[in-house]
T-cell receptor
Framework: EAQVTQNPRYLITVTGKKLTVTCSQN?????MSWYRQDPGLGLRQIYY???????DKGDVPEGYKVSRKEKRNFPLILESPSPNQTSLYFC????????????FGEGSRLTVL | TQLLEQSPQFLSIQEGENLTVYCNSS?????LQWYRQEPGEGPVLLVT???GGEVKKLKRLTFQFGDARKDSSLHITAAQPGDTGLYLC?????????????WGAGTKLIIKP
């Protein structure tokens, strides 16, 4: 089954404790992206990757890091989480950036105390 | 900064009624997509419109792309409780062969039985 898998789905952590949200897709997609979703603000892009070893900042990259060492994986790293990073996070992938359907994971709800 | 204004932000109606959701921008998009998101899940693509004036139908849902490709509407006829969800529009904006997906903030739709 074609899917985007994120882990963990839910996480409560404390300020400053490094964490990683993993994302994996099994569709051989070149393009992958991370979004955060906050009430009234819609989806805001954090980082995206056009292909392996190619990553770029989205609209709200501060406080986040990513890597794309393999085509299927695109982890999101919060080196020192802060309460303003409490949000619902989505990983998404598509065949390419220019066209096509974005496939989303089920989301990771992160709470930073 | 490109903006895509979606309205209304929230709509609660009775089963059987009709409704229209709007997405408006001052920018011209190469295509526009509509997604639906249910609680606890990621957004799922409903339709992509590409040509100015294009109309697409998906059962009781009718999607229209504005003639100037700056706006779009989603009309639901005889709404059902299963239509409940968050509807998101996303415009694909091209600059220097690079594409950016601009998201509306979403319309939360509740259909009461």
């Amino acid at each position: 089954e074609a899917q985007v898998t994120q882990n963990p789905r839910y996480l409560i952590t404390v300020t400053g404790k490094k964490l990683t949200v993993t994302c994996s897709q099994n569709m051989n997609h070149e393009y992958m992206s991370w979004y955060r979703q906050d009430p009234g603000l819609g989806l805001r892009q954090i980082y995206y990757s056009m292909n392996v070893e190619v990553t770029d900042k989205g609209d709200v990259p501060e406080g986040y890091k990513v890597s794309r060492k393999e085509k299927r994986n695109f982890p999101l790293i919060l080196e020192s989480p802060s309460p303003n990073q409490t949000s619902l996070y989505f990983c998404a992938s598509s065949f390419s950036q220019g066209n096509g359907e974005l496939f989303f994971g089920e989301g990771s709800r992160l709470t930073v105390l | 900064t490109q903006l895509l204004e979606q309205s209304p932000q929230f709509l609660s109606i009775q089963e059987g009624e009709n409704l229209t959701v709007y997405c408006n921008s001052s920018s011209v998009f190469s295509s526009l997509q509509w997604y639906r998101q249910e609680p606890g899940e990621g957004p799922v693509l409903l339709v992509t419109v590409v040509t100015g004036g294009e109309v697409k139908k998906l059962k009781r849902l009718t999607f229209q792309f504005g003639d100037a490709r700056k706006d779009s509407s989603l009309h639901i006829t005889a709404a059902q409780p299963g239509d409940t969800g968050l509807y998101l529009c996303a415009g694909r904006w091209e600059m220097d062969s690079n594409y950016q997906l601009i998201w509306g903030a979403g319309t939360k739709l509740i259909i009461k039985p």
